[in-house]
């Protein structure tokens, strides 16, 4: 089975999670956020599309009532917002959701491309965020840092580069072109050409597979994180001190 950014993403932020998905114990629930983006991303990228994917989602999209969903005039306000402008309008052309194989690792990966120009060696990844200006706590580095270093876009745009790569030969220029929820929305457009940083980010995939192939065939015992929804419903509870100042836990407490 090929490995995606998506399940990489899945295995780094919580293993025990990832594994539940894979073996059919744990199903994600959609959300409207979610739902919003592949709404974007259709009516952007394949327009002519967009009627057939929109019928086959109805009940999505509209209430009992017939009535669009509160979440669609945003999306639509966002749509328009990159129709407008033209900078975003020359990124989104090209070929469109281009599928990308190629190994990574010793295992096959997968991915899409939202937008691919091989005569410029470059590739556009669209998406949709909260803010476009927004920061984030990173526990791994200790500080506040932009919401697309949180969320792993450097190691997606990486992943497809060195796709792109194996099927090429040559290094494309990996950018994002992304629109915000605010109102009026916000929209960015980044470059990411810190060679070195996106070599990186593969060689630790490289580095970090070994564990996720353990994971994944059931030899090692996946970890928790203790933070995600699928953690916080399988929980077992530990009693613990409230007020722990190096007194030892009494055996009693074990139950």
Wanted: charged share 25%; net charge neutral; glycine share 4%.
């Amino acid at each position: 089975a090929y490995m995606s950014f998506h399940q990489w993403r899945g295995w780094m932020d919580c293993a025990a999670a990832q594994a539940a998905k894979l073996a059919g114990n744990y199903v994600e629930s959609e959300s409207d956020a979610l739902f919003m983006g592949q709404y974007i991303d259709k009516k952007l990228l394949t327009p002519e599309n967009f009627e057939a994917w929109r019928t086959a989602n109805l009940e999505k999209i509209e209430t009992k009532q017939k009535k669009s969903r509160a979440w669609v005039d945003q999306a639509e306000t966002m749509i328009a917002t990159l129709q407008r402008d033209p900078v975003a309008q020359k990124m989104l052309e090209g070929d469109k959701q281009w599928i990308i194989t190629g190994e990574i690792g010793g295992i096959s990966w997968r991915g899409m491309l939202d937008v691919i120009r091989p005569a410029s060696e470059i590739f556009i990844d669209l998406k949709t965020c909260r803010n476009v200006s927004e920061t984030q706590w990173d526990s791994d580095v200790g500080m506040r840092v932009l919401w697309w270093e949180v969320y792993y876009y450097w190691t997606q745009l990486a992943v497809y580069r060195e796709l792109i790569f194996q099927k090429y030969g040559k290094k494309f220029l990996p950018m994002l072109l992304a629109v915000d929820k605010q109102e009026p929305p916000d929209k960015i457009a980044l470059a990411f050409e810190d060679q070195y940083r996106l070599d990186q980010e593969v060689e630790q995939i490289i580095q970090k597979m070994p564990d996720v192939l353990a994971w994944r065939s059931g030899k090692v015992t996946p970890p928790r994180c203790e933070n995600c929804a699928y953690c916080r419903e399988t929980k077992q509870l530990k009693i613990t001190l409230a007020a722990n100042q190096g007194i030892k836990r009494p055996a009693y407490l074990d139950w």
